[in-house]
T-cell receptor
């Protein structure tokens, strides 16, 4: 157990639907990062939150949004899902200038 | 792009041999980290090397950093079948605000 918890582990949904992925960071970490990993795109940075505020934005689609709550857990919302959104979605947490700790990921399949 | 680039993209060796993977990046960094990912699993942190360090060891792993060439290498000695995985370098150029991952090197260690 890395200390970063992601739920659910697997998600199968239809095109056009909306899903929410959840991440609880390692205890004491204030930063949460979301990454998307697909076979053809590699590991793509989506967004970072630090202590509840958005800190950095990467290749995140407008259909996707995220937030970090006062208890530091984070949610990634994916809407109007398309087949191409099928991927592994990872959450990672860190403290300042330290390594990332990754969760085990959510495998999203859009059918 | 700030992205690190691993080289080679794929590497296949026999058990007991050494494996060397390289990472190049484009701008000044605070630290560089190496991660391992087993198929479909989360990334696991291996080593963090800071910009003022030149070499670090951890068990069978040796990481070097050459900031003048903007490159790093990961050496795995006496490889084992269990080392089969993808290896990623991640560059931290903004004090943990946004690590950028390269596309990874797929290492296969054949028994």
């Amino acid at each position: 157990d890395s200390g970063v918890t992601q739920t659910p582990k697997h998600l199968i949904t239809a095109t056009g639907q909306r899903v929410t992925l959840r991440c609880s960071p390692r205890s004491g970490d204030l930063s949460v990062y979301w990454y998307q990993q697909s076979l053809d795109q590699g590991l793509q940075f989506l967004i970072q939150y630090y202590n509840g505020e958005e800190r950095a934005k990467g290749n995140i689609l407008e259909r996707f949004s995220a937030q970090q709550f006062p208890d530091l857990h984070s949610e990634l919302n994916l809407s109007s899902l398309e087949l191409g959104d099928s991927a592994l979605y990872f959450c990672a947490s860190s403290s300042l200038d330290r390594e990332y700790t990754f969760g085990s990921g959510t495998r999203l399949t859009v059918v | 792009s700030q992205q690190g680039e691993e080289d080679p993209q794929a590497l296949s060796i026999q058990e007991g041999e050494n494996a060397t993977m390289n990472c190049s990046y484009k701008t000044s960094i605070n630290n560089l980290q190496w991660y391992r990912q087993n198929s479909g699993r989360g990334l696991v942190h291996l080593i963090l090397i800071r910009s003022n360090e030149r070499e670090k060891h951890s068990g069978r792993l040796r990481v070097t950093l050459d900031t003048s060439k903007k490159s790093s290498s990961l050496l795995i000695t006496a490889s084992r079948a269990a080392d089969t995985a993808s290896y990623f370098c991640a560059t931290d150029y903004n004090y943990g605000q946004n690590f950028v991952f390269g596309p990874g090197t797929r290492l296969s260690v054949l028994p």
